[in-house]
């Protein structure tokens, strides 16, 4: 009998400390594949397309991000236009094509396991549905994360620059133009648009840039882009809806499944701990009882 509960106590100390462990894998997920993952090593050779734009290392622009959300006094202003800057300085335009893969832009395991299983083992599932090629250009929902890796197509970029504005107190969101995407940031006077993909900033509403098309041109003609890009640019904002960007992304913990993690992380410690307070107790009782068994064996006078 006292075998068995020393069993008992064992696989409970054992199934609480796999919980443990996997729960706080869980929920450090994303600050761990944050800390790893390295810029994208083909970042030196994919041709720079801002011109007014001076590239940085992607380390450098997370440090300048960090500093700038710490900065005391700074306007809303100002902070919408060097956060915009950065991003557009710290990342490099670059999307994964139909068909291809790119094991560095993928997912990593802590960062979502779930969408890492997808990626590795229901592969051949995934391709006969037609699911591949969308997995494979999931966009990272952690800014931090993206802005390390260094590469990403106009949603990953304005999805960094949007998730920063956000964590620092600014209503900002990211707005789909049909065919770009940009950052909508709301301020005392009323709306800007951020493009960290062309460099950018619109001091003026989306409805404007609609409505304005010689007001858009003359800020990206002043970035130095040709007259054809330029126009085409004007032509994403008149024919624009005020969508907001609705993008898959890797990495989101959702509230509901914070709870639950979080729950098992509790119930895994309270078992670890009841199992081992169990088995000290119990090798407590053992040790009394062979005490007083040898106490009570009479000593033979020789």
Same mark, same amino acid.
């Given at each position: 009998?006292?075998?068995?509960?020393?069993?008992?106590?064992?696989?409970?100390?054992?199934?609480?400390?796999?919980?443990?462990?996997?729960?706080?894998?869980?929920?450090?997920?994303?600050?761990?594949?944050?800390?790893?993952?390295?810029?994208?090593?083909?970042?030196?050779?994919?041709?720079?397309?801002?011109?007014?734009?001076?590239?940085?290392?992607?380390?450098?622009?997370? %440090?300048?991000?960090?500093? =700038?959300?710490?900065?005391? #006094?700074?306007?809303?202003?100002?902070? +919408?236009? /060097? !956060?915009?800057?950065?991003?557009?300085?710290?990342?490099?335009?670059?999307w994964?094509?139909?068909?291809?893969?790119?094991?560095?832009?993928?997912?990593?395991?802590?960062?979502?396991?779930?969408?890492?299983?997808r990626?590795?083992?229901?592969?051949?599932?995934?391709?006969?549905?037609g699911?591949?090629?969308?997995?494979?250009?999931?966009?990272?929902?952690d800014?931090?994360?993206?802005?390390?890796?260094?590469v990403?197509?106009?949603?990953?970029?304005?999805?960094?620059?949007?998730?920063?504005?956000?964590?620092?107190?600014?209503?900002?969101?990211?707005?789909?133009?049909?065919?770009?995407?940009?950052?909508?940031?709301?301020?005392? %006077?009323?709306?800007?648009? =951020?493009?960290p993909?062309? #460099?950018?900033?619109?001091?003026?509403? +989306?409805? /404007? !840039?609609?409505?304005?098309?010689?007001?858009?041109?003359?800020?990206?003609?002043?970035?130095?882009?040709?007259?054809?890009?330029?126009?085409?640019?004007?032509?994403?904002?008149?024919?624009?809806?005020?969508?907001?960007?609705?993008?898959?992304?890797?990495?989101?913990?959702?509230?509901?499944?914070?709870?639950?993690?979080?729950?098992?992380?509790?119930?895994?410690?309270?078992?670890?701990?009841?199992?081992?307070?169990?088995?000290?107790?119990?090798?407590?009782?053992?040790?009394?009882?062979?005490?007083?068994?040898?106490?009570?064996?009479?000593?033979?006078?020789?």
């Open positions: 009998m006292k075998r068995l509960a020393r069993l008992v106590c064992f696989v409970v100390v054992g199934a609480g400390c796999a919980m443990t462990t996997v729960s706080t894998l869980w929920l450090a997920g994303p600050t761990l594949t944050r800390l790893t993952i390295d810029a994208h090593p083909s970042r030196s050779t994919i041709r720079w397309v801002k011109p007014r734009v001076t590239c940085i290392d992607p380390l450098i622009a997370m %440090a300048q991000l960090e500093e =700038l959300s710490t900065e005391r #006094g700074i306007g809303r202003d100002a902070l +919408l236009t /060097r !956060a915009s800057a950065i991003v557009a300085a710290g990342m490099v335009k670059y994964v094509g139909p068909g291809t893969r790119d094991k560095d832009v993928e997912c990593r395991l802590l960062e979502d396991p779930r969408h890492w299983w990626l590795r083992f229901d592969e051949r599932s995934e391709r006969e549905r699911e591949i090629d969308k997995l494979c250009r999931y966009e990272r929902d800014w931090r994360t993206a802005l390390r890796l260094g990403g197509y106009c949603s990953q970029q304005s999805l960094v620059l949007a998730h920063f504005l956000q964590e620092n107190g600014v209503e900002a969101r990211v707005a789909a133009l049909g065919g770009h995407v940009v950052v909508a940031a709301q301020r005392e %006077a009323g709306e800007w648009i =951020l493009d993909d062309y #460099g950018v900033v619109l001091p003026f509403s +989306l409805q /404007r !840039a609609r409505e304005d098309a010689e007001a858009v041109r003359s800020i990206y003609a002043a970035g130095k882009y040709g007259p054809a890009q330029v126009e085409m640019v004007v032509g994403i904002y008149r024919a624009s809806s005020d969508a907001t960007y609705v993008g898959s992304t890797i990495g989101r913990r959702r509230g509901e499944e914070r709870l639950i993690v979080s729950s098992a992380l509790g119930c895994g410690v309270l078992m670890t701990l009841a199992g081992t307070i169990a088995l000290r107790r119990g090798r407590c009782a053992s040790r009394v009882t062979a005490e007083s068994a040898a106490a009570s064996v009479p000593v033979r006078a020789s």
